[in-house]
C-alpha cells in the first residue's frame, strides 16, 4: 500500500520559515519524480517544485522562487521543501505528489499525500 505522509505544517509569522517533510512508503522511493504542490482556499492546486530522481529541482512558481527549496533523501525515503520568507499568500494546504519517472518522463498515476495546512499570518 502506497502511503504520503506530510508533516512540519503550521502557523507561522510572515517572514518566518517552515520545513515540509514528506514521507513515502510502498513505493521504490529512488524511481520516483516527487513534487510539492498547494491549494489555496478558492483557487486551484499549483504545482510549486519539482524535484527528479536524478535530483534535479524545478520551481514552477514563480513566487516561491528564491524562497522555497526542495530537496530529497533516498535513504530516508523522504521529500523536504525549505520554505523561507513566508508570506500571507503562501497560506495553503501543501501536498505530497509522486509519480514513477523512468528514462527522464513520468509514467503512470500519480500518488497523493493528504495534505497539511501552512498558515501565514500576523
Known amino acids: 500500500q502506497v502511503q504520503l505522509v506530510e508533516s512540519g505544517g503550521g502557523l507561522v509569522q510572515p517572514g518566518g520559515s517552515l520545513r515540509l517533510s514528506c514521507a513515502a512508503s510502498?513505493?521504490?522511493?529512488?524511481?520516483?519524480?516527487m513534487s510539492w504542490y498547494r491549494q489555496a482556499p478558492g483557487k486551484e492546486r499549483e504545482l510549486v517544485a519539482t524535484?527528479?530522481?536524478?535530483?534535479?529541482?524545478?520551481n514552477f512558481a514563480d513566487s516561491v522562487k528564491g524562497r522555497f527549496t526542495i530537496s530529497r533523501d533516498n535513504a530516508k525515503n523522504t521529500v523536504y521543501l525549505q520554505m523561507n520568507s513566508l508570506q500571507p499568500e503562501d497560506t495553503a494546504v501543501y501536498f505530497c505528489?509522486?509519480?514513477?519517472?523512468?528514462?527522464?518522463?513520468?509514467?503512470?498515476?500519480?500518488?497523493w499525500g493528504q495534505g497539511t495546512q501552512v498558515t501565514v499570518t500576523v
Open positions: 510502498g513505493i521504490p522511493f529512488r524511481t520516483y519524480r
Open positions: 505528489n509522486a509519480v514513477w519517472e523512468y528514462g527522464g518522463y513520468v509514467r503512470g498515476s500519480p500518488y
Open positions: 524535484i527528479t530522481t536524478a535530483g534535479g529541482s524545478i
